[in-house]
Every structure is written in structure tokens, then in C-alpha cells.
């Protein structure tokens, strides 16, 4: 033991390759009384550790803070979408999205929010949560949350037009399958072709 | 944009890759070329790039 530290013996170990495993393990000496004890720290531990406490959630499956893609006529667009890889949710689970609706330019008429769900990144064919959220010609940002339960079949969620969900009222179902890629799709459309509207905030969480 | 409600009369069921849909309420016509359609697995967006579009706007 030279200079009195026990541990010399560890510079001549490779540095680790690849990132930290769960169950990778750091050995970790501890001094009491003057007597060194070795123990061993998981890799889960200090994944726990750093990613506040032994809970990963909510996961952040997502977020985009730029404009997407603007509308057309009064086509409904895509603004920006997700994909929520299969598998990602179990049979308990909630899923989080937000949205901010955004008036690039006209103030003409309304534009409408809406949130599809489809296995392919399409509108073609995509299922609609049926809700849609409305600004009116005088408003330029509009911002929008949903919490779904998820039960391994149906996502559940607050079906009023009210931009958040922090309220009463009657819930909506839409059919998830969650052992297949799903896109989450959030869109805009304008009542009026003079308008033009955007997204310009998305986040998608997951509590699993 | 008014959105405007269609009733199909002759037409219960559709297909969308593979998946049967059957029509349980009215048909709603969102844009120029798409509509929503409701069925037994939700509100579905049909557009004119699908074969079914036509039939079902036909009603």
C-alpha cells in the first residue's frame, strides 16, 4: 500500500467502454476507524440516482419547440407528429400530450386543433380523438393538454373542446394498440384559406 | 368552413389496409378532400387518395 492509499492497484484497470448497464458495478471503498470496507454499486443505483431518486417518470417520449409544417388552404395538416415505438406503453399507463396552436399569419377565421393517432405517420386512415379545439380569429396561441389512462386497449381522455383537462366532464375512447408502432399526430386547419396555422410546442410524456 | 354531415345509405362497411370498418353515425366532411367518417373503431379520416373516399361521399 504505498502513501497510504489502498486503492492503488486501480489505475492500471482499461477505462469502462460503452455506457453505464444496470448491472454494471463500481467498487467503491469505505474508510471507518481507519479500516477500508469494499463494497460494490450497482449501475442501477446510480442511474436511480441521477435520474431523481428511483423514478424514471414521466419519460419524455418527445418535444419539439419550432414551428412545424403550415397548413394549406383549409386543408388539415400535419404539423408535427411522433412515433411511439410498440411496446412503449404496458397495460397501466398514462400518456401525456400537449400542444400550443399557432396563428403564423391572418386573422381572418378560426383555426382548429386536433390529435390523430395511426400506425403509419398519415392522416390517411388515422383515428381521430375526438376533440376539437378552437381559436378564434382574435387569438394567436392556443395551448392544449391531455392526459390518457391507458388500459392495454383503449386510451381515455376528457373529450370537451376545452383547451385543458383539469375539469369534469365526459371521456372519450380511441382504440390503441400498443404492440405496433403508433404515430401520435398533431394538426391544424383554418376556416378560412386567407389564414395560415403551425404548431410551434409538442410534448409527449409517459408514465410506464 | 361549414362542415357538412353526409348519411350513407348504401354503404355500412369499409376497408382500410385490411382493417373492416363499419359505419355507426354520420359523415363529416372537414375539408375539400377529406371527411371523417364515424365507425365501430372511432372517427376515421378518410382523404381522396383512398379508393373509398368517393363511394363514401356519395353516399
Redesign the interface.
Given at each position: 500500500m504505498a502513501n497510504g492509499w489502498w486503492g492503488d492497484w486501480r489505475p492500471s484497470l482499461p477505462a469502462h467502454t460503452g455506457d453505464l448497464q444496470p448491472t454494471d458495478l463500481i467498487e467503491c471503498t469505505s474508510m471507518s476507524g481507519g479500516v477500508p470496507t469494499n463494497t460494490a454499486i450497482t449501475g442501477q443505483q446510480i442511474i436511480d440516482a441521477a435520474s431523481g431518486g428511483g423514478s424514471n417518470n414521466p419519460k419524455l417520449l418527445g418535444f419539439s419547440g419550432i414551428l412545424g409544417t403550415n397548413t394549406t388552404g383549409t386543408t388539415i395538416t400535419i404539423c408535427h407528429s411522433l412515433l411511439i415505438p410498440a411496446n412503449t406503453l404496458g397495460t397501466n399507463n398514462i400518456l401525456q400530450l400537449i400542444f400550443r396552436m399557432y396563428r403564423v399569419s391572418g386573422a381572418v377565421g378560426q383555426l382548429y386543433g386536433r390529435i390523430y393517432f395511426n400506425t403509419t405517420n398519415s392522416l390517411t386512415g388515422a383515428t381521430l380523438f375526438n376533440t376539437n379545439f378552437t381559436m378564434n380569429n382574435g387569438h394567436q396561441t392556443g395551448y392544449v393538454e391531455r392526459n390518457f389512462s391507458y388500459n392495454g386497449t383503449n386510451l381515455t381522455s376528457y373529450s370537451n373542446a376545452a383547451f385543458s383537462d383539469y375539469t369534469t366532464g365526459n371521456i372519450v375512447n380511441v382504440a390503441f394498440n400498443r404492440s405496433v408502432d403508433n404515430y401520435v399526430i398533431f394538426t391544424m386547419q383554418c376556416q378560412n384559406i386567407a389564414d395560415v396555422a403551425n404548431i410551434n410546442l409538442f410534448k409527449v410524456f409517459a408514465y410506464v | 368552413?361549414s362542415l357538412t354531415l353526409i348519411y350513407s345509405k348504401s354503404l355500412l362497411m369499409f376497408s382500410?389496409?385490411g382493417i373492416e370498418y363499419t359505419i355507426t353515425g354520420p359523415i363529416e366532411v372537414?375539408?375539400?378532400?377529406?371527411i371523417?367518417v364515424e365507425t365501430d373503431?372511432?372517427?376515421?379520416?378518410?382523404?381522396d387518395?383512398?379508393e373509398i373516399y368517393k363511394e363514401l361521399i356519395n353516399g
Open positions: - | 368552413m382500410i389496409n372537414v375539408s375539400d378532400t377529406q371523417h373503431k372511432g372517427i376515421i379520416l378518410v382523404d387518395t383512398m
